[in-house]
C-alpha cells in the first residue's frame, strides 16, 4: 500500500489550501481514512478522520475551519483548510485504516502559513 499526499504549499494567514491523498498498490476496504499533522519540536497530533460512511471526527482546531472528504472510488482522502493561522504550519499526514490488514501513512506535505 502507497500513499501519495499533495497540496502542501506556503499561503498567507487568512487562506486555503486543499490536500489531497491518494493510495493504491492492491485492492483493499480503506476503513478510516485521516490526516495528522506534526509542527517543528511537537508530537503528531490528530486532525481529522473520516469513516467509510462518512462520519467525521475533527481537533478542536480543525472545526469549523476545514473539512474532511474521501472518494472511496478513488481510494483519496481531501482536507479542505480554510482560514489557516500562522500555527497551522506543520508537515501534514494522511493516514488510512484497512481493515484486517493495519495502518498506513503517506509521506508528508509541508504547510506553511505566514503571518
Known amino acids: 500500500v502507497q500513499l501519495q499526499a499533495s497540496g502542501g504549499g506556503l499561503v498567507q494567514a487568512g487562506g486555503s489550501l486543499r490536500l489531497s491523498c491518494a493510495a493504491s498498490?492492491?485492492?483493499?476496504?480503506?476503513?478510516?481514512m485521516g490526516w495528522y499533522r506534526q509542527a517543528p519540536g511537537k508530537q503528531r497530533e490528530l486532525v481529522a478522520t473520516i469513516s467509510r460512511g462518512d462520519s467525521t471526527n475533527y481537533a478542536d482546531s480543525a472545526k469549523g475551519r476545514w473539512t474532511i472528504s474521501r472518494d472511496n472510488a478513488k481510494n483519496t482522502v481531501y482536507l479542505k483548510m480554510n482560514s489557516l493561522k500562522p500555527e497551522d504550519t506543520a508537515v501534514y499526514f494522511c493516514?488510512?485504516?484497512?481493515?484486517?490488514?493495519?495502518?498506513?501513512w503517506g509521506q508528508g506535505t509541508l504547510v506553511t502559513v505566514s503571518s
Open positions: 493516514m488510512i485504516a484497512i481493515m484486517r490488514t493495519g495502518v498506513y
Open positions: 498498490g492492491s485492492k483493499f476496504n480503506i476503513d478510516v
